[in-house]
């Protein structure tokens, strides 16, 4: 077998032209075809990408948005119950001040009403009993303690300051000796001499009767009394019971 290289030259050339026109006519566009494709879902990918990185830096804020949230609500939450335990504190506070507050006003104004219930009673209780001891003096009421009671208002002249003794026996205006009784003519002419050599002087003496004195003999003038009676005395042991009973 002969090779014949004249034709074998012939078709390797035509190979070369045939792969140098595929090359040129249709390998070059596919492959830029390829390219430009590649190209277009490189991208494609890089724009999901960003997309996909835009979506995961937004789903991170609502995530920091969310948690932010969160722990604002429980931080108004804990304020929130904070304040209401304060208020509620407060409130209870204030309401125990003024609970006693109105006690200690209650038991003051009860303790008043007490003190003042025992003084009333207690002066009506004096009262009472002076009345009744007022009563029963008057049943005893009788001459020698007439006399008593004389004997009692000469002592109380002669004990009387200088200064008052003097001005009671110059007075003008006359004195009144008061008695609980009708006093005799010849009684009355003996306390009238014992009054003035008492004081000293003759002032003019007019007889008086006032049963409220219940016994006893006193000396008025328009500007002076001098008490000598068992009203006065029961006037001054009320007095006192009354004084004692505040």
């Known amino acids: 077998m002969t090779i014949d290289w004249w034709t074998l030259g012939l078709q390797a050339i035509n190979v070369l032209i045939l792969m140098w026109l595929l090359s040129r006519v249709f390998w070059r566009p596919v492959a830029a075809a390829i390219s430009k494709r590649k190209d277009a879902v ?22 920091a948005a969310r948690d932010g949230i969160t722990k604002e609500r ?99 205006d006359g004195i009144d000796l008061v008695s609980a009784s009708d006093i005799k003519a010849a009684d009355k002419a003996k306390i009238t001499t014992s009054v003035q050599k008492a004081l000293g002087s003759t002032p003019t003496i007019t007889f008086v009767t006032d049963t409220d004195l219940i016994a006893g003999m006193e000396i008025r003038t328009s500007h002076f009394v001098l008490h000598n009676s068992w009203q006065s005395d029961l006037a001054e042991i009320l007095k006192e019971l009354n004084n004692a009973a505040q």
Request: with cysteine; net charge neutral; hydrophobic share 45%.
């Open 74 to 172: 429980d931080t108004i939450l804990s304020s929130a119950k904070c304040e209401a335990d304060a208020a509620t504190k407060a409130a209870l506070s204030e309401a125990r001040e003024k609970a006693e507050k109105i006690f200690a006003a209650e038991k003051a104004s009860l303790a008043r009403d007490t003190d003042t219930a025992r003084i009333e009673t207690t002066k009506q209780a004096a009262e009472l009993s002076t009345e009744i001891a007022a009563k029963l003096l008057q049943r005893l009421s009788t001459s020698s303690i007439q006399e008593a009671f004389v004997s009692r208002l000469i002592k109380a002249i002669t004990n009387m300051p200088e200064s008052d003794r003097a001005a009671l026996a110059q007075t003008t």
């Open 42 to 63: 490189k991208a494609m990918l890089d724009a999901a990408k960003e997309t996909q990185a835009k979506a995961d830096a937004a789903l991170a804020q609502v995530a």
